[in-house]
């Protein structure tokens, strides 16, 4: 038969308990022997001066009663004139035998007891006292609030685990002394204690890895392969790849995998939740939870620059940057002005509009009258006293200038220098660029979207079709699509487009964000007045309005009434403008004998301009006619082309547009014989500013940028974003498209190749006379030298 031993738990148990307990009883005997030890040498050298001083006064006493002290025989006489000093003596004499007799006594302490003396003994109950000393606790106190002002930086935060730590070895002891507790259970006791379980914890914590971060496996090639795709998507449609053929590449690399993870979790033949859903939201979140679990936290890279600024203050900044200015009677200097002063009217933010700034000699060529501005204070005041007296309230907005230069070939005024430079970087929050492409085809500077946290564009020309209409128009036209497409994608956030006139830019909507001058509505409401009351309003016909040059639709008008001069027998058109083709214009229409008057351009508010009915509009190269809305306030009839630029004006009942030549015809005949219809509540809505401005904070996505709250980078602190979570390589290939404009703008060869103006990489001399400017060679002391 087999004997069995069962396993000695419990004896094994105890002996392990019994060497724990003999090892710290040994620890404890060796602090205790090592404090007896330190108490026997300061005893050893007390009793050592002691004795060292006992012999000093022994010598002093005995010189004492030898010399020192011996009293003279004193007379009579001498007993009244005996100096002070010789009672003193006296009286030292039996005081200095005293002390000798207390001091060589068995008894004698060297402190008095209670006050001085060192009770050595403290040393090991403070290491178990429940509190300390009031008296120490007062003076640390003092010290700890000298050294450190905020109390809760040192005091009791840092002094708990102490507190802890000898609340326990005070229980420890008291254990230690119980004849009842036996080592197995003095283990067990600081096994389950709290403290150590807070130190168990505080490792758990430091070691342990987080949960979130469990179970996402790592990114596969096909995966890797569709997110490089997807973010080289414009890239690629700027080499011929559309971006549909992009997003088919992307979803058949994504579905590989995600069809095999499925797949294992549905039953048999049911596949009909692999279909149809959103492969990019699903790699964005793929990628950013990876990311994540890494650990990873992208702060910028090598061609982007995290250096935006913050919000100073309770309001937002809104720079507004256009490509001209009052007195010349364009749009990009009309238009923005409106956009600065009903920006700023809400009060919500402050705004700085940023217009150009023409040398003398340029503001004879641009400006109409002989009108010239011998300082920008005297010009700004010309802007504010023309705008307040059009919108009816006072502006509140900052107007500063930027230098520039006219070029006479491109009809259109250049900046000199870096133009992001006169908008102060505690000022550089949002930035709103008018014409950005025209902005940044010589842009020698700062890269907006490093500077500003948020940029977006508004294109106002259809640059394209201008260009077109030159000596080798079609070769040119393909060139500067794609450099407009580079400078816009790399300074611009967003991008409105007036109409679809325009082309297509990266990250661009189509939306109109202009408005017509109040002073159109108010006319428009007075004509509707006087027509109820039953008076004549339109007494004359047709008209047109705009600068006389061959592409603002002159060419068009030419060559529609030259075609049906028969069908438009008696028809006669008054044309208001002046330009460039004044002459070339006004010797065509006379050589095919046209009926047209031609007259000096005027305000379109002009009092003798609210008597026309008919606003006749051919142009197909506008991207949106300003002259056609301002017609429509005033309610008038418009016939205009069948084009995007007219896109917005078509749901207005009183816009005529024509498709083809004889539906001009017809188009004409209609107005000429019948009334328009008054505006409507809702329609004089839709022209104002006031709306205009509302669609424009809405597509700008300004609206969100103004409610969010903004960090350095510019996004926003809520969420995990993903331009946060991980590097975008779109945003890395728009800060190389950024360098390499930069470096090219800079070669003054290559400025004169393009047809940039000669000189206006920096700002001249006369520049920094007006504007009271540094010289470039000393704000730019690398290159100017």
Same mark, same amino acid.
């Given at each position: ?498 109409? %679809? ?7 661009? !909507? *189509? /939306?109109?964000? =202009?408005?017509? $001058?109040?002073? &159109? ?107 056609? %809305? ?7 009839? !418009? *016939? /205009?082309?069948? =084009?995007?630029? $007219?896109?917005? &004006? ?121 504007? =009271? ?13």
């Amino acid at each position: 038969m087999m004997n069995f031993k069962p396993p000695e738990t419990k004896t094994t148990s105890s002996s392990t308990a019994e060497k724990a307990f003999s090892l710290i009883s040994k620890g404890w005997e060796e602090v205790r022997s090592s404090a007896d030890a330190d108490l026997q040498l300061i005893r050893n050298r007390a009793n050592s001066f002691k004795n060292l001083a006992d012999k000093e006064l022994e010598n002093f006493l005995n010189s004492a009663s030898k010399s020192s002290f011996i009293v003279p025989t004193i007379t009579a006489t001498a007993t009244t004139t005996a100096p002070a000093e010789i009672d003193f003596v006296k009286k030292l004499r039996p005081k200095l035998s005293e002390i000798r007799r207390a001091y060589s006594s068995p008894d004698f302490k060297w402190a008095p007891k209670g006050k001085l003396r060192l009770d050595l003994s403290g040393i090991k109950n403070a290491i178990v006292a429940e509190a300390e000393d009031e008296a120490e606790d007062e003076k640390f106190g003092k010290w700890r609030r000298e050294k450190f002002k905020d109390e809760r930086q040192f005091g009791e935060l840092n002094w708990e685990p102490i507190k802890a730590f000898r609340t326990r070895l005070r229980a420890l002891e008291v254990e230690l002394k119980s004849p009842s507790s036996s080592p197995v259970e003095i283990l067990e006791g600081i096994k389950n204690s709290e403290f150590v379980e807070k130190v168990k914890s505080s490792l758990k914590s430091i070691c342990k890895e987080p949960e979130e971060t469990k179970g996402v496996p790592p990114l596969d090639v096909p995966e890797l392969l569709a997110y490089l795709v997807r973010q080289s998507s414009p890239f690629l449609d700027q080499i011929g790849i559309r971006r549909d053929i992009s997003d088919k590449i992307v979803e058949s690399l994504c579905s590989k995998r995600r069809n095999k993870l499925l797949l294992r979790a549905l039953p048999e033949g049911d596949s009909s939740l692999i279909e149809g859903d959103n492969m990019n939201d699903e790699l964005d979140l793929r990628i950013a939870s990876v990311l994540q679990s890494t650990g990873h936290h992208y702060e910028g890279g090598f061609w982007s620059d995290s250096t935006r600024q913050n919000v100073s203050d309770g309001k937002r900044h809104v720079a507004i940057v256009t490509t001209a200015s009052l007195p010349w009677m364009t749009g990009t200097a009309v238009n923005p002005l409106f956009r600065a002063a009903y920006l700023a009217k809400s009060e919500k933010q402050n705004v700085t509009l940023l217009v150009p700034w023409l040398c003398k000699s340029d503001q004879e060529l641009v400006y109409p009258n002989n009108l010239t501005f011998s300082s920008p204070e005297e010009q700004e005041l010309y802007i504010r006293n023309w705008l307040e007296e059009r919108v009816g309230f006072k502006t509140d907005f900052k107007i500063s200038f930027y230098p520039g230069k006219f070029s006479k070939e491109r009809r259109s005024i250049i900046p000199a220098g870096d133009t992001s430079q006169f908008i102060p970087s505690r000022d550089a929050d949002i930035a709103i660029l008018e014409e950005p492409e025209h902005l940044n085809w010589y842009h020698h500077g700062k890269r907006w979207t490093d500077k500003f946290n948020h940029v977006v564009g508004i294109v106002h020309t259809n640059y394209l079709e201008y260009i077109k209409r030159e000596k080798n128009g079609a070769l040119q036209a393909f060139l500067v699509k794609h450099v407009n497409n580079w400078v816009t994608r790399a300074h611009c956030d967003k991008v409105l487009r007036l109409s %679809a006139a325009t082309q297509d830019l990266p990250r661009s !909507v *189509v /939306c109109n964000v =202009h408005g017509v $001058n109040p002073k &159109f509505l108010k006319i428009g409401e007075k004509v509707a007045a006087e027509r109820q009351s039953g008076q004549q309003v339109f007494s004359k016909g047709a008209y047109f309005l705009g600068k006389m040059v061959w592409a603002k639709g002159y060419r068009e008008l030419l060559d529609l009434l030259a075609k049906h001069k028969s069908d438009l027998d008696g028809f006669n058109v008054d044309v208001f403008g002046n330009g460039e083709d004044a002459h070339e214009v006004q010797t065509t229409a006379r050589t095919l004998n046209l009926n047209v008057n031609f007259m000096k351009g005027r305000d379109h508010a002009d009092d003798s301009l609210h008597s026309y009915k008919v606003f006749i509009n051919p142009s197909i190269s506008d991207v949106l006619c300003t002259a056609t %809305a301002e017609a429509l306030a005033m309610g008038k009839f !418009v *016939v /205009c082309a069948d =084009h995007p630029s $007219n896109e917005f &004006f078509r749901a207005f009942p009183n816009c005529l547009a024509y498709k083809t030549s004889e539906d001009f015809v017809a188009k004409v005949k209609e107005a000429m014989s019948s009334e328009p219809q008054p505006l409507t509540p809702e329609e004089q809505y839709k022209l104002s500013w006031e709306a205009a401005t509302q669609r424009f904070m809405e597509y700008s996505d300004l609206d969100k940028v103004l409610t969010s709250e903004t960090r350095r980078d510019g996004k926003n602190r809520k969420g995990m974003g993903k331009s946060v979570s991980m590097p975008n390589l779109g945003g890395m290939v728009d800060g190389s498209l950024a360098f390499a404009h930069y470096c090219l703008t800079g070669n003054e060869f290559l400025r004169l190749c393009t047809g940039a103006i000669p000189g206006t990489r920096d700002y001249d001399k006369q520049h920094c006379e007006d504007l =009271h400017l540094l010289p470039p060679q000393v704000e730019n002391p690398i290159y100017g030298w």
